[in-house]
Structures are given as C-alpha cells and as structure tokens.
Nanobody, 126 residues
Framework: QVQLVESGGGLVQTGGSLRLSCAAS????????IGWFRQRPGKEREFVTT????????YVADSGKGRFTMSRDNTRNTVYLQMNNLNPEDTAVYYC???????????????????WGQGTQVTVSS
C-alpha cells in the first residue's frame, strides 16, 4: 500500500514558478511510475506528466512542454514537479498518482494509476 501526499501549491503570479512535492509513505523505488494530473475549474482531470519506469522516459503533455519538469528522490520517497513560466491556464488542483504495474498505453489515463494523493491547489494570478 502506497499513500501519497502532495504539497507546495499556492498562489503565484503569471510568469512565476512553483515546485510541487509528492511524498510517498511506502518505498516508491525505481519500479513505480509516478504521474502528475491536474483538474482545472470546470474541467475533467487531465494528464500533466509522468516518468514511465519501464523505459525510463518522461512524458509531458503539450501544455507543459518546456515548462514542467519531473524529478524524484528515491532516498526520500519523494517526487517533484517543477513548474516554470506559469500562467492562469495552469490554475488547478494538482494530483500525483502511482502505479507499480502500469503499461505504456495507459500512462496518460487516470485508470492506469492505483494510488492517488489528495491534491494541492495551484492558483496563478494574471
């Protein structure tokens, strides 16, 4: 059983940066794929980025390319999402999710992830 807790959200101005953290209660190790999703006001939850452990590659949604970067610290069981050059369209609740057995075709889908955090609010003011 893995429990995930996000933190680091807050209010930031357009063009600013935030680093979100996702702390896992259990060992996420190198075999767990961690994904970040977000839910913007009035929208469905959407994929942001993930690092797919099976091939070691990171996948980023078009909305985040060049601005969002994932990293992980396995010694701390923590994954980070660095977000730069934020704009009001990035305002959302951000969630991290984990899976120990996800397949490539599902890395952008919520159903691919077994464990979810409670989310952290990011608000970008114009």
């Amino acid at each position: 059983q893995v429990q995930l807790v996000e933190s680091g959200g807050g209010l930031v101005q357009t063009g600013g940066s935030l680093r979100l953290s996702c702390a896992a209660s259990g060992p996420i190790s190198r075999t767990y794929t961690i994904g970040w999703f977000r839910q913007r006001p009035g929208k469905e939850r959407e994929f942001v980025t993930t690092d797919f452990r099976s091939n070691g590659r990171t996948y980023v949604a078009d909305s985040g390319k060049g601005r969002f970067t994932m990293s992980r610290d396995n010694t701390r069981n923590t994954v980070y999402l660095q977000m730069n050059n934020l704009n009001p369209e990035d305002t959302a609740v951000y969630y991290c999710a984990a899976s120990g057995s996800i397949i490539l075709s599902e890395i952008r889908a919520q159903r691919g992830y077994r464990y979810w955090g409670q989310g952290t609010q990011v608000t970008v003011s114009s």
